[in-house]
C-alpha cells in the first residue's frame, strides 16, 4: 500500500525544472555583460586623454552600483526560485565545486562594488565632486567615511583600492573557472550545462 502511495506521490508531483527562470537569465546575462564591460573600462582609465578619464570612471562607478543592486535582485530571485539541478551523472565533487564556484561569484558580485564604493567614499576630493549614476541621478558616497580624519581616510583610500583591485583579480580567475567548467561540460563530457542558463 505505501508503495502505490509513493508511486503515486511521484507521479503526481511536479516535474524539476530543466532551464533557469527568464528573469534569472536575464539577470544572469546582464551582469555579466556589465562586469564584463566595467573591467574593460578599469583597465583602460590609465591610458585614454586626460579629459576622458574623469567620464570613464564615473561610468565604471555606475556600473558598479548597478551591478551591486542588479546582484541583490538576483540573490532574492534565487532564494525563492528553485535553479534547476546538475546532471545527475556529475561526481559529488564536481557538484560541490560549482556550488562553490557560484557562492564565491555572488559574493564578489557584491564585494566589488562595495569596496569600490568604500574606495571612492575616502576620496579626498569626493565632498567637491558630487557622484551622480550615468550623469542623472545623484548617489550619495558612505557618510561615515567622508567624515574620517583626512589623514585616515586616505589610508583607508589605499587600502580599499587595493582590495578593489585583488576582488578583481578574484573575479577573472572565478570568471575563467566558471566559463572553462561550462565548455568542458559541453564539449568534452557532452552534458551540456549551458542550455540551463541559455537566453
Given at each position: 500500500?505505501?508503495?502505490?502511495?509513493?508511486?503515486?506521490?511521484?507521479?503526481?508531483?511536479?516535474?524539476?525544472?530543466?532551464?533557469?527562470?527568464?528573469?534569472?537569465?536575464?539577470?544572469?546575462?546582464?551582469?555579466?555583460?556589465?562586469?564584463?564591460?566595467?573591467?574593460?573600462?578599469?583597465?583602460?582609465?590609465?591610458?585614454?586623454?586626460?579629459?576622458?578619464?574623469?567620464?570613464?570612471?564615473?561610468?565604471?562607478?555606475?556600473?558598479?552600483?548597478?551591478?551591486?543592486?542588479?546582484?541583490?535582485?538576483?540573490?532574492?530571485?534565487?532564494?525563492?526560485?528553485?535553479?534547476?539541478?546538475?546532471?545527475?551523472?556529475?561526481?559529488?565533487?564536481?557538484?560541490?565545486?560549482?556550488?562553490?564556484?557560484?557562492?564565491?561569484?555572488?559574493?564578489?558580485?557584491?564585494?566589488?562594488?562595495?569596496?569600490?564604493?568604500?574606495?571612492?567614499?575616502?576620496?579626498?576630493?569626493a565632498a567637491t565632486h558630487?557622484?551622480?549614476?550615468?550623469?542623472?541621478?545623484?548617489?550619495?558616497?558612505?557618510?561615515?567615511?567622508?567624515?574620517?580624519?583626512?589623514?585616515?581616510?586616505?589610508?583607508?583610500?589605499?587600502?580599499?583600492?587595493?582590495?578593489?583591485?585583488?576582488?578583481?583579480?578574484?573575479?577573472?580567475?572565478?570568471?575563467?573557472?566558471?566559463?572553462?567548467?561550462?565548455?568542458?561540460?559541453?564539449?568534452?563530457?557532452?552534458?551540456?550545462?549551458?542550455?540551463?542558463?541559455?537566453?
Open positions: 500500500m505505501n508503495t502505490h502511495a509513493d508511486s503515486l506521490t511521484d507521479s503526481t508531483a511536479a516535474p524539476l525544472p530543466t532551464r533557469y527562470t527568464r528573469t534569472a537569465i536575464t539577470l544572469h546575462w546582464l551582469i555579466a555583460l556589465l562586469m564584463i564591460g566595467n573591467v574593460m573600462l578599469g583597465l583602460s582609465a590609465d591610458s585614454l586623454p586626460d579629459d576622458w578619464v574623469r567620464p570613464v570612471i564615473d561610468t565604471h562607478k555606475s556600473i558598479g552600483i548597478t551591478v551591486l543592486g542588479l546582484a541583490l535582485l538576483r540573490i532574492l530571485w534565487r532564494v525563492s526560485h528553485k535553479p534547476p539541478p546538475l546532471p545527475r551523472e556529475f561526481p559529488s565533487w564536481e557538484k560541490v565545486a560549482a556550488h562553490l564556484a557560484h557562492f564565491l561569484l555572488y559574493l564578489l558580485m557584491i564585494a566589488l562594488p562595495l569596496s569600490g564604493w568604500l574606495h571612492d567614499s575616502a576620496w579626498k576630493d558630487p557622484m551622480h549614476l550615468f550623469n542623472v541621478i545623484p548617489w550619495p558616497r558612505i557618510g561615515y567615511v567622508m567624515n574620517l580624519d583626512p589623514a585616515l581616510k586616505e589610508t583607508l583610500h589605499d587600502r580599499f583600492g587595493t582590495l578593489h583591485t585583488w576582488l578583481g583579480y578574484a573575479l577573472y580567475a572565478l570568471l575563467a573557472m566558471h566559463i572553462g567548467g561550462a565548455l568542458k561540460h559541453q564539449w568534452i563530457d557532452r552534458k551540456s550545462v549551458l542550455r540551463r542558463m541559455a537566453p
